[in-house]
């Protein structure tokens, strides 16, 4: 199945650890975007208000979804 970032993060919503919590943090964010490559979601989590625990949580979760799709 072909998963979107943001379809595949939508589902780590009940995990106990930094993926969990990201996907907790950005499940109501009408900006997150529903679509894109990594540099869509680099634009995002770049913005000026992300701490960088959470910069580092997506970096992980990225990760993992590549790793998924690879």
Not at 13 to 31: C, F, K, M, P, Y
Not at 56 to 68: K, N, P, S, Y
């Amino acid at each position: 199945m072909t998963y979107t970032f943001s379809g595949w993060l939508s589902e780590q919503t009940e995990r106990d650890d930094v993926v969990g919590e990201l996907a907790r943090s950005v499940r109501n964010d009408e900006q997150f975007p529903e679509h894109g490559d990594k540099a869509i979601f680099d634009g995002y989590f770049s913005a000026e208000n992300t701490v960088g625990e959470t910069r580092e949580a997506f970096e992980r979760a990225w990760d993992e979804f590549d790793g998924l799709s690879g």
